[in-house]
């Protein structure tokens, strides 16, 4: 099994590469999405993409969905001051995520044990100067990004190994109040899972938003994670995704997580797990368009911790990620997954 599971990781990281060196150029937009959601996952510097064993797989890769064969909720919150935009301490920025997943199974027989997901990602900036061309001061105004999500996930099988293929399809829109200022546009994702034993293997690929005059990168992602079983208490798992996206160089996120499990057991409630995270999310692993300098000046290192209870027959999972990196304005978040 273990000359099996070097053989796979070697045979995906080549996959990768030759992925990646046949990503084209292109513009941006729709950037508000590289912010991530779910503290797990940022936590775990957004080495997720093997993973996505939460309702937030609607955004690292939909195909986890079906990992999850319970009604869930999943809300993430953010608090903080953001540090990204010096001297314009008056702008406000807040971002939100809320999902909710169904399994079919629970309602009929006929779609297998396919999960369906809905999600809404809100990013906005109150307080934002507006001036005319002679940079004179008129009113503030808002901007606020928003993204709908309607996915599924798909267990093509589960036994000693597991296969799960999953997508999404985004509706994605952008407003400046004040000023009349908006448009909108669609975009998917695709994505996939592999299990053997300990071992995960996920892909993603996202087509890329055209909205107005501004174009998304296409990007892929490819991710591999190992749990590996310290004792009967302890577990570790390490996650790496690699990240390319057009016009940008090859970027890697590196994850792990340390969990304690079964910690306390009574008559209708328990502590499954306390877990310690740890990432560097967003380190350019080449020179592509010699801008990788740049990237490497604002990569993320984040530090989380999470409890999972059981509550009678539910399930409940807090996250708490701190973040650094300019990418995110906030650098506090808390997650709350809630399955039933």
């Given at each position: 099994m273990t000359r099996i599971k070097i053989k796979l990781l070697l045979v995906s990281l080549l996959f990768c590469l030759i992925l990646a060196d046949n990503i084209y150029a292109g513009t941006d937009a729709a950037a508000f999405l590289k912010k991530s959601v779910g503290a797990k996952a940022i936590a775990m510097g957004g080495a997720f993409t093997s993973i996505a064993d939460d309702t937030t797989a609607i955004y690292w890769n939909p195909a986890g969905l079906a990992k999850t064969q319970m009604y869930s909720v999943s809300a993430m919150g953010a608090t903080g001051a953001s540090d990204k935009y010096p001297g314009l301490k008056d702008i406000v920025p807040s971002h939100q995520f809320l999902a909710v997943s169904v399994p079919l199974s629970k309602a009929t027989d006929i779609f297998g044990k396919t999960v369906i997901g809905v999600g809404y990602i809100s990013s906005t900036m109150d307080n934002v100067q507006n001036t005319d061309s002679q940079?004179?001061?008129?009113?503030?105004m808002s901007h606020t990004d928003n993204a709908y999500y309607l996915s599924a996930g798909v267990p093509v099988w589960d036994s000693d190994s597991s296969l799960y293929v999953g997508a999404s399809l985004k509706f994605i829109s952008y407003e400046f109040s004040n000023i009349g200022v908006s448009d909108s546009g669609m975009d998917v994702d695709a994505g996939i899972i592999y299990a053997i034993d300990t071992l995960s293997f996920g892909a993603l690929i996202q087509k890329g938003v055209e909205i107005g005059d501004d174009e998304a990168p296409m990007t892929t992602k490819f991710g591999v994670s190992n749990k590996f079983s310290l004792s009967e208490k302890f577990q570790l798992t390490g996650a790496l995704d690699l990240v390319q996206r057009q016009q940008e160089p090859l970027l890697a996120n590196v994850g792990a997580e340390f969990g304690v499990k079964d910690l306390l057991n009574m008559d209708g409630f328990g502590i499954d797990g306390i877990f310690l995270r740890a990432g560097v999310e967003g380190y350019a692993i080449e020179n592509r368009y010699d801008i990788s300098s740049d990237f490497n000046e604002t990569v993320g290192y984040n530090f989380g911790l999470g409890?999972?209870?059981?509550?009678?027959?539910?399930?409940?999972?807090?996250?708490?990620?701190?973040?650094?990196?300019?990418?995110?304005?906030?650098?506090?978040?808390?997650?709350?997954?809630?399955y039933f």
């Open positions: 940079l004179t001061y008129r009113k503030t409890v999972n209870f059981i509550i009678s027959n539910t399930y409940l999972q807090l996250d708490l990620a701190v973040c650094s990196g300019n990418i995110f304005e906030q650098n506090t978040k808390f997650t709350v997954n809630f």
